[in-house]
């Protein structure tokens, strides 16, 4: 994420009209030996150990977290509290007390959590057709994010795959994403029922969550989040199905959205993938013409982009630390659900 992000700071004014002098100041790790090859590279002028005296610097204006999600929390915070702009990576923190805390300690603040995938050109259209009434009344949304590097046995444990460090497994790292876009896409979830399992003999994370789960608008849906996919590297992919039409989206096809027009004559209907990009697409202005496809890190410029134009004029950004807490209450009633094995009502606010 250091890089991702580094790379959307660096680049974010060669696509977006951005209204700041931005300076990327100061890179700050846990790894000394590390951070001054990163910092060279990607033009930071300082590097720091000590994130506690850097968010206490009068120089420093933006602070943006990219540590184990157990400091999430504690860095946010300390850092709103010295004044600073705060972006912060998902999930926004470990647990519901967290994640209200966080919000509280950033409201009326500009502040953001790196849900990057809504600024995917075809998620965004998604949206956009959501919201214009194409699909009509919902019936189905299903979300899956796939990989499969927990079945790698070359690639040694890292702070993810422990929760003293990660607070959680795939549920935190990749059904958060899920979990952001249908609220997003879909409306806020009723109540869910949820399984994780465990592969890696004396892991103490999930490697795999399963959940089935009723919306507030009356459509049903399934997430599926696993690190044990095998022939998938980063299905990060949803549908939903609507009496007039559906739409589909995988990130491994990122420049692609789905869609069937249920309202065409019955015998010429058929699902087509819409190349995106077209004029008058979302960010067809900022980035590379139709066919000269967008990638991922595409998404965290196009992310830090909209955060600053939307601060610049005063306005509210989304997603920010509240729609970041509102994904953690979903994560805790999974996590209930799972213990439980029974249904659980997913809280709106606390």
Partial sequence: MGRAHSNAWRQ??????????????????????????????WGWRETSTDWREVVGRADIDVVDVAVPNILHAEVAIAAAEAGKIVLCEKPLGISTEETS??????????????????????????????????????????????????????????WKTSRAEAGSGVVGDLMTHSLDLALWLNGPLREVM????????????????????????????????????????????????????????????????????ATEPRDMQAAKKMLVGAAGHPYAGNFWKLGHVTGYEHTFI?????????????????????????????????????????????????
């Fill in 12 to 41: 974010v004014a060669h696509y977006f009209d951005v209204p700041y002098a931005i300076e990327t100041s100061l890179l700050c790790g846990r790894n000394a030996d590390g951070l001054g090859k990163m910092a060279s590279r």
């Fill in 101 to 158: 805390r966080m919000a509280a300690a950033v409201s009326g603040k500009p502040n953001m959590v790196w849900f990057n995938y809504r600024r995917v050109p075809a998620v965004a259209l998604a949206k956009r057709m959501v919201d214009e009434g194409k699909l009509g009344r919902v019936f189905h949304y299903r979300a899956q994010y796939l990989q499969e590097w927990g079945n790698d046995p070359t690639r040694p444990p890292n």
């Fill in 194 to 261: 949820a399984m994780q399992h465990t592969f890696a003999a004396g892991r103490d994370i999930d490697d795999a969550t399963l959940v089935m789960a009723r919306f507030a608008n009356g459509s049903i849906g399934s997430f599926e989040a696993t690190r044990y996919a095998t022939g998938y590297r980063n299905r990060n992919a949803f549908e939903i199905h609507g009496e007039h039409g559906a739409l589909g989206f995988d990130l491994e096809d990122l420049t692609r959205l789905t869609w069937f027009d």
């Fill in 302 to 350: 196009a992310a830090l982009g909209d955060f600053l134009g939307a601060m610049s004029r005063g306005e509210k950004f989304e997603p920010g630390f509240s729609e970041g807490h509102r994904v953690q209450l979903a994560v805790r009633a999974i996590e209930k659900s799972a213990e439980s094995g029974g249904w659980v009502t997913v809280d709106q606010d606390e």
